[in-house]
């Protein structure tokens, strides 16, 4: 039995939601709040399975996991059907790069421990801290959209016209977006990809207001 240690906001967490459903995946929901009563994340009980203190962690036949994209090729390795990722070598590297775009550049820099240590230790209004988040989403969802629009090999979907890695990274990411009244006009090609993801029962399902944590 695989069990997901998610957090229903979390952009991580969602990720591997969307993974395991597109594989159509059991698997049982452990919420794990990162708001209240200081952060369930910190648990020692918690930091056994993720010493980072981050959520997703996954937990299948004695072994734990963390990091959403190791979890996700963990995923694609273990139960590869239907497939995340390309059969040949440079879709595959195509399509990690998209997702390490959203999951190294964007992400980063707009998860809640960076946005908390912004109002809480530099003191930064919460103004200026939606500024900054607003900066660097759309600067990097810039970059994903120049990605997708100028090669073909974009299809319905990131990659082709099946979803796969870089659509599980980039739905959670205009998901926060629009969280946050980024602007998005600049993106036509990432918006279309998504309102397709968003079509399918898999996506649907993982989407925050989806879980059971969901407030």
Known sequence: M????????????????IALNLKGLDYEYVP???????GAQFAPEFRKLSPAAL???LEED????????AIIEYLEETHPQPPLLPADAAGRARVRALALSIACEIHPLNNLRVLNYLTKTLGVSEDARNAWYRHWVETGLAA?????????????FCHGDAPG???????????????????????PTVMRVVDECMKLP?????APAAQPDAE
């Not at 794990?32 to 200081?38: E, P, Y």
């Not at 004695?62 to 994209?69: A, D, N």
């Open 202 to 206: 898999a996506f649907e399902r993982a």
């Open 32 to 38: 794990v709040h990162l708001t209240r009563g200081g």
């Open 2 to 17: 695989i069990r997901l240690y998610s957090y229903f906001r979390s952009s991580a967490s969602f990720r591997v939601r």
């Open 55 to 57: 959520v997703p962690a």
């Open 62 to 69: 004695g072994h734990s996991f963390t990091q959403s994209l």
């Open 144 to 156: 994903v959209e120049a990605m997708l629009a100028t090669d073909a090999r974009t299809g319905r």
């Open 165 to 187: 890695l870089a659509d599980c990274c980039l739905v959670p990411q205009i998901f926060n977006a629009r969280r946050f009244d980024c602007r998005l006009d600049h993106v």
